[in-house]
Each structure stands twice: as C-alpha cells, then as structure tokens.
C-alpha cells in the first residue's frame, strides 16, 4: 500500500510528514502551530471589532436550535458568519496541534520532552475553546475575553518552545553569553507579558467591546491607556538594552539579530499604539496593534530562546525508520 508519504506531490507530501517526522517536518509543525494560534488570536480581535463576539449568542451552539448560522431575527447574517468563522478556525488549529503530537510520538528516537509540549497544544486548545463558551455565557465580560486572549498567548509560547526545543537535544541548558545578559533577557520576557496584560486591561476599558451588550472595567481610559504606554517604555528601553549588551559582548549572531527584530516591532508596535490613539481607536488599527501585539510576544520568545542552547549529544537528533519517505 502506497503512503502519502511517498506520494509525488511535495506538497501532499508536507501535509502527512507527521506520519514520517524528520527533526525538519517536526520543527514545521510547531512553527505552523505559531501561526495558527497567532493567526486565531488576530481573528478573535475581528470578531470583537465587527462587534459580532455575540454573532452566535450561544454555546457550543451557536443558536438555541443550530449548531450552524440560521436566520435568527435578533442577530446580523453578517455578526453571526463573522463569529461562526472563527469558531470554525478552532478546528484547523486543533488539526496542526494534533500534528505536532503525532510527529513528536513517531520521532525516532521518541523525546519526552517534544512529547510533553507537543501534548499542551490539543490540550490548550480544548481548554481555550471551553474558556471561549464561558466568554460568551458571561455576554463578553472583559475579564473572561481578556483571559481569552492571555491563553492564547500561553499557547503561543507553548508552540515556540516546542519549534525551539526540536531543533536542540535534551542536554541541560548551556547560555551562550553572559549570565546576566541571559538574566535580563528573561526580565524583558516578563516585562513583555506584564505589557500584554496591561493591554487587555485597557481594551476591557475602551470601545470595541463586541456587542452593545458587553460590560466594560469601570476604569478611567486615559489613565490605563498612560499606564500601558509607560509600561511599554519600560520593555522598549529593557530590549534596547539588551541588544546593546549583546553587541558589546559580540553574543552569537542569531541572539543579536533576535534582539534588533524584537527592538523593530516594538517601534511599529508603538507607531500604530499611537497613531490609534489619536485617532479615536479606528477599528483597523486595533486588528493591527493586536497583531502587532503577538508579534511582539513571539519575538520576545525568540530572543530568550536564542541566548541558550543545548547540546545535541545527550539527544541524538535521529531519524523514523521512514523517513526516507519524508525526504523523497
């Protein structure tokens, strides 16, 4: 019998190298694994600004009676496709977590420790999607959504370690600069996610809710908004900072380049903050600042990732017995 794995399509051939994992196809999954979850996090802020987070005003339903959009006299055609896309959107990111799984299990040899993170994706995202029926029970209260957008965060440092984690051994982990380079590299992870959490407070606070019906934090806008930008100085100087540390220590090339790309999305990041300000917070701007928002997290991962390593000797990256198939 013939295995997708040898099928002559390459691209057919991608889709199924879960089946044959190489440490390449395993490190593809989990960055497709990024993307997804990134990409479904951009997708939530969608359906917050279109003000559809009640277009399917039930769950796992998504009206009393359906499971799929029908006409319901209460509700937008529009807010209702809108919101059952993105629910829709759970599966194919549930698909590529399932992957990851499957490629860390038929990985020989097998590692525990690609298994175990693998493992956080279908596991998070069941979780996630539970949390999401709980968003829409409690009509978008701005703890549950802004909870809703942190486990997403959560799964996206899941995945990045676990692209990061395959294409390493099992060795202890070795810094590959100085000691407290590394330190201030871990602050800034923190800083980072202090950043995203002081953002949800001030999108809990401001426009955008969802529906007309979502409760908002009963904060004053402008002080959470002056708030979040200080914090946001705070992880711009923190990366400046540490990019310089790097240079003058002439660090790797990789954790240099890591640091300079988190250091460039911070500055766009801050350009659309600003410029959405200003502006009255334009609902466009707010699908760009949260993209711009994950973007900085990821690129925050990355940089603390890049300033260790670990030794592939004490976990020989071997190959499946069919992953010549892979390769073909």
């Known amino acids: 019998m013939k295995l997708p794995t040898d099928h002559p399509h ?20 989990a960055m497709a694994s990024v993307v997804v979850n990134a990409g479904i996090t951009v997708t939530g802020a969608g359906v917050r600004v279109t003000g559809s ?18 006409a319901h006299p209460e509700v937008s055609p529009l807010n209702m496709a809108v919101e059952f896309g993105n629910r829709l959107l759970t599966f194919l990111v549930l698909a590529v977590g399932v992957a990851c799984v499957l490629s860390a299990l038929r990985m020989r040899p097998r590692r525990r420790s690609l298994v175990l993170l693998a493992w956080l994706q279908p596991v998070g995202i069941v979780a996630q999607a539970l949390w999401g029926g709980l968003v829409v029970n409690t009509m978008l209260n701005p703890f549950t959504v802004g909870m809703h957008f942190l486990i997403s965060s959560g799964l996206i440092a899941a995945c990045w370690v676990l692209y990061a984690r395959a294409g390493e051994g099992d060795a202890p982990a070795r810094r590959v600069t ?7 590299g871990h602050v800034l992870l923190a800083a980072v996610f202090v950043l995203l959490v002081a953002g949800v407070v001030v999108s809990g606070t401001g426009p955008h809710s969802g529906d ?3 409760s908002r934090f009963d904060l004053d806008i402008e002080t959470v908004a002056r708030i979040h930008a200080d914090i946001a100085y705070v992880v711009v100087g923190l990366t400046f900072a540490l990019a310089f540390a790097l240079h003058v220590n002439n660090a790797p090339r990789p954790a240099r ?12 990041q801050g350009v ?8 009255a917070v334009p609902a466009m701007l707010v699908l760009l600042h949260v993209l711009g928002s994950t973007l ?9 990732t890049s300033l260790r390593t670990r030794s592939p000797e004490a976990a020989p990256a071997g190959h499946s017995p069919t992953a010549a198939h892979a390769a073909v």
């Not at 190489?22 to 999954?29: A, F, Q």
């Not at 100085?178 to 201030?184: E, G, S, T, V, Y």
């Not at 380049?257 to 766009?268: I, K």
């Open 53 to 70: 987070g009640l277009g399917c005003p039930t769950w796992p339903r998504c009206t009393p009676d359906s499971f799929i959009p029908v």
């Open 10 to 29: 390459p691209l057919v051939r991608r889709l199924f190298s879960f089946w044959a994992p190489t440490e390449r196809s395993m490190r593809g999954w």
């Open 178 to 184: 100085h000691r407290d380079i590394r330190r201030l």
């Open 257 to 268: 380049r890591a640091a300079l790309a988190l250091f460039a999305v911070e500055l766009a």
């Open 212 to 214: 007309a019906m979502a």
């Open 296 to 304: 900085v997290w990821i690129a925050a991962l990355r940089v603390v």
């Open 272 to 279: 659309i903050g600003y410029t959405q300000y200003f502006l």
